[in-house]
């Protein structure tokens, strides 16, 4: 392939995947520096784009990418306040931990948000491919290079924890084993 072809696929692809590495980089930095990331993360996409061997991975190849760039920010961040509110259309994760999280849903998403960024690195980053990317765990398995079986384990182990974080101490949380035999 020559430099224009690859120019132009690099140009065709990139844009489709642009709105996911966006909410992966705001789940994981904050909206506030998310773009300035995935526009990194597009550069070093572009500079490395003749090592992609394969153009059908580049949607878990580009979030890898993006991963690492924010993994690098908060290394560099650390200590800068994390209170910012998780992007509006993002609500799936707080109706997944089925929490009363306070008295708005802005609220519940500064809840949530602090939660998340309280999470370890491996666990925040399988939450953010998951519902912020929308990657299942095959995808997040090739992104991280890791099988799919642990990405499965990881995201249960991080919503285990979000609930407990986010449920009121005077309530008892609800486990995954609760519901599975019925209990309340």
């Given at each position: 392939?020559g430099?224009?072809?690859?120019?132009d696929?690099?140009?065709?692809?990139?844009?489709t995947?642009a709105?996911a590495?966006l909410?992966?980089?705001?789940?994981?930095l904050g909206?506030?520096?998310?773009?300035?990331?995935?526009q990194?993360?597009?550069?070093?996409?572009?500079?490395?784009?003749?090592?992609?061997?394969?153009?059908?991975?580049?949607?878990?190849?580009?979030?890898?990418?993006?991963?690492?760039v924010?993994?690098q920010w908060?290394?560099?961040?650390k200590?800068?306040?994390?209170?910012?509110p998780l992007p509006?259309e993002?609500v799936t994760?707080?109706?997944?931990l089925d929490?009363?999280?306070?008295?708005?849903?802005?609220t519940?998403?500064?809840?949530?948000?602090?939660?998340i960024s309280?999470l370890?690195v491996?666990?925040?980053?399988v939450v953010?491919?998951?519902?912020y990317?929308g990657?299942?765990?095959?995808?997040i398995?090739?992104a991280?290079?890791?099988p799919?079986g642990?990405v499965r384990s990881?995201?249960h182990?991080?919503?285990?924890q979000?609930r407990e974080?986010?449920?009121?101490?005077?309530?008892?949380p609800?486990?995954?084993r609760?519901?599975?035999?019925?209990?309340?």
């Amino acid at each position: 392939m020559g430099v224009s072809e690859g120019a132009d696929l690099f140009a065709a692809i990139v844009p489709t995947h642009a709105a996911a590495m966006l909410r992966v980089a705001a789940a994981l930095l904050g909206p506030a520096d998310a773009e300035d990331a995935v526009q990194e993360a597009a550069m070093r996409a572009w500079q490395a784009w003749a090592t992609l061997r394969d153009v059908g991975a580049a949607r878990p190849w580009l979030l890898q990418i993006t991963v690492n760039v924010c993994r690098q920010w908060r290394r560099g961040l650390k200590g800068r306040a994390q209170s910012q509110p998780l992007p509006d259309e993002d609500v799936t994760l707080l109706a997944l931990l089925d929490t009363e999280l306070g008295a708005s849903d802005h609220t519940g998403a500064l809840d949530l948000r602090a939660a998340i960024s309280a999470l370890p690195v491996g666990l925040r980053v399988v939450v953010a491919l998951r519902y912020y990317a929308g990657l299942d765990a095959t995808e997040i398995g090739a992104a991280l290079g890791i099988p799919a079986g642990t990405v499965r384990s990881r995201l249960h182990r991080a919503l285990e924890q979000l609930r407990e974080r986010l449920t009121p101490p005077d309530t008892t949380p609800v486990t995954t084993r609760d519901r599975t035999e019925g209990r309340p």
